[in-house]
Nanobody, 119 residues
Framework: QVQLVESGGGLVQAGGSLRLSCAASGSTGSIGTMGWFRQAPGKQRELVAIISSSGSTNYADSVRGRFTISRENAKNTVYLQMNSLKPEDTAVYYC?????????????WGQGTQVTVHS
């Protein structure tokens, strides 16, 4: 059984920074792409950033240049460094991972962590 445990969310002033962490535990096999999504009230869940197993990254236009995604494969952990935060970044942030066990590839989600940016 795989579990994605998130941490690092909270309340921050506009212009400030936060770092989110997400660690995969349990019956982890081969972990492929990991990433972060977010969902604001009344809006659809959207991609924030993804990172492949080899380190290739992609970002939403709205966060490019401000956010940095990284991973430590030995710790099965993905990070999201968020700088120059804006009120519009306020959302629930969800960790995502593709994990293959017994030749079966599944997608997993964290429980979500609230990020609130106030002006």
């Amino acid at each position: 059984q795989v579990q994605l445990v998130e941490s690092g969310g909270g309340l921050v002033q506009a212009g400030g920074s936060l770092r989110l962490s997400c660690a995969a535990s349990g019956s982890t096999g081969s972990i492929g792409t990991m990433g972060w999504f977010r969902q604001a009230p009344g809006k659809q869940r959207e991609l924030v950033a993804i990172i492949s197993s080899s380190g290739s990254t992609n970002y939403a236009d709205s966060v490019r240049g401000r956010f940095t995604i990284s991973r430590e494969n030995a710790k099965n952990t993905v990070y999201l460094q968020m700088n120059s935060l804006k009120p519009e970044d306020t959302a629930v942030y969800y960790c995502y991972a593709q994990i293959t066990n017994w030749s079966l590839r599944s997608e997993y989600w964290g429980q979500g962590t609230q990020v609130t940016v106030h002006s």
